[in-house]
């Protein structure tokens, strides 16, 4: 490949608003365009150096250091590549998106690379005041899955246990697409009766029933060029379902004493805790609508998923619920914190961190204004201490054994079965009777 046309494609980058950098096989940058130098270089000279020192500060290719490697994935493979990574920049570490598109001479050997990055807006790897925080691999493989769904049109389901931040999930897949201008509507569909369903979801014309005074709007009219969350979508009665499942087939509508049908524009994330395979197996969850909502699952992780993210959260989570900016944690209060178990997760984290800042009177949150909350001791703490080590005081036959490791892996994983049948090796339905044992047993 000439010089001629190397300097021509620098030019062409330059010219672009992303950042992008040039490379060679060896993982050399050759030219960064000036958003680049702007984003991730700042006073640092780029050119001349390799990506891993620039992005990681490593000394080795980030494939031998434990990193998965775009330019390497793509030298083998030919074709462009995506990853996420977590980024040195000029503000500290980033989590960024990277794409790696090789360049071929006229012979149609590789013979440079142009990586795209962009910074992801809708997480951070710092404490931060809104959105995702987070940055250990359960936290970076949800991301991944969001960044790489967030600019189709293809329905989410957010599975995962109660309290893991699924409508703050459902809100970074919204503002990451396409739709970002658009509004997000959240629904609640638990105790829904199919007059609020209907009335709320499609709205009515006036004098549809007594009250009706004036048309209403629905939140699927609300929803027009935007994303509509369905929370809890498996606690959504049978018959309502048949509802929504008309909806998304038809992607029309009809508000409740009208006639016309009035065309849907909206995309649709779903979310439950339930384990909505199970549930349709027992009939109680539509087979058709759960294949029309479950085209991209995307797994949250719950906090004993991500135990290395609960200092990053828990900073996070003060930053936001206290009304005295700049306390911290004492290091023994950050350990207390890490070492619990969260039947509640995120939500339970944040109760508990807002109780102990009302308590603290200084510049520190410490372990006593966690442990001081009631004359009872926290459920966290109980479970904690159950679920810490899996231990038998004596020889046990060995069906017994299993009922009891079983038992004690259940109260551990919390509702999540799917994410406990893998780590058990086993199907989903083959635990649920190993489980129904175990509970027999103890009867």
């Not at 995506?82 to 998106?97: I, K, Q």
């Not at 979508?233 to 379902?241: D, K, N, S, T, Y």
């Not at 999540?416 to 175990?438: E, F, N, P, W």
């Amino acid at each position: 490949m000439t010089a001629h046309f190397l300097s021509e494609l620098i030019s062409f980058l330059d010219a672009l608003p992303e950042p992008r950098i040039v490379m060679t096989a060896d993982y050399r940058i050759i030219a960064a365009n000036a958003a680049y130098q702007r984003e991730f270089g700042g006073e640092v000279a780029i050119v001349g150096r390799h990506c891993y020192d620039v992005s990681h500060h490593f000394t080795v290719p980030c494939d031998q250091a434990g990193e998965s490697c775009p330019l390497r994935q793509s030298l083998e493979s030919g074709v462009p590549q995506r990853v996420l990574h977590l980024h040195h920049t000029p503000r500290g570490e980033e989590h960024v998106a990277v794409e790696t598109l090789p360049i071929r001479d006229e012979r149609g050997e590789v013979v440079y690379f142009v990586e795209t990055m962009r910074v992801v807006r809708q997480a951070s790897s710092r404490a931060a005041a809104q959105g995702l925080v987070g940055r250990s691999p359960a936290f970076m493989a949800m991301l991944g899955k969001i960044l790489r769904v967030a600019n189709s049109n293809a329905s989410v389901l957010l599975l995962g246990e109660t309290g893991t931040g699924k409508e703050l999930v459902a809100r970074a897949i919204h503002e990451a697409s396409a739709r970002e201008s658009g509004p997000f509507v959240a629904v609640d569909c638990a105790g829904m009766t199919e007059t609020l369903f209907e009335s709320e979801l499609f709205g009515y014309e006036k004098g549809a029933f007594t009250g009706a005074n004036h048309r209403k709007q629905g939140l699927v009219e609300a929803a027009a060029g935007g994303t509509l969350f369905l929370d809890e979508i498996g606690e959504l009665p049978v018959a309502l379902q048949v509802k929504l499942l008309r909806l998304l087939e038809t992607g029309t509508y009809r508000r409740v004493g009208g006639l016309d049908w009035l065309p849907a524009d909206f995309r649709l994330v779903t979310a439950t805790h339930r384990q909505l395979s199970a549930m349709v197996e027992a009939e109680t969850f539509r087979r058709d609508l759960y294949f029309r909502i479950n085209t991209f699952p995307i797994h949250t992780p719950a906090l004993h998923e991500r135990r290395d993210d609960i200092p990053l959260l828990a900073a996070s989570l003060l930053e936001r619920v206290d009304r005295r900016p700049g306390r911290r944690f004492t290091v023994r209060a950050e350990h207390w914190l890490q070492q619990q178990a969260y039947s509640g997760n995120i939500r339970e984290l944040r109760n508990l961190i807002e109780r102990a800042s009302l308590l603290a009177d200084g510049d520190q949150i410490d372990l006593g204004h966690l442990t001081d909350l009631s004359d009872e001791p926290a459920p966290s703490s109980r479970v904690a201490m159950n679920a810490a080590a899996f231990a038998v005081d004596r020889v046990l036959p060995l069906e017994m054994l299993e009922q009891r490791y079983v038992q004690w892996s259940h109260d551990r994983y919390g509702d999540d079965m799917t994410a406990l049948a893998q780590a058990l090796g086993v199907s989903v339905r083959t635990l649920y009777r190993k489980l129904q044992r175990a509970q027999a047993a103890t009867d």
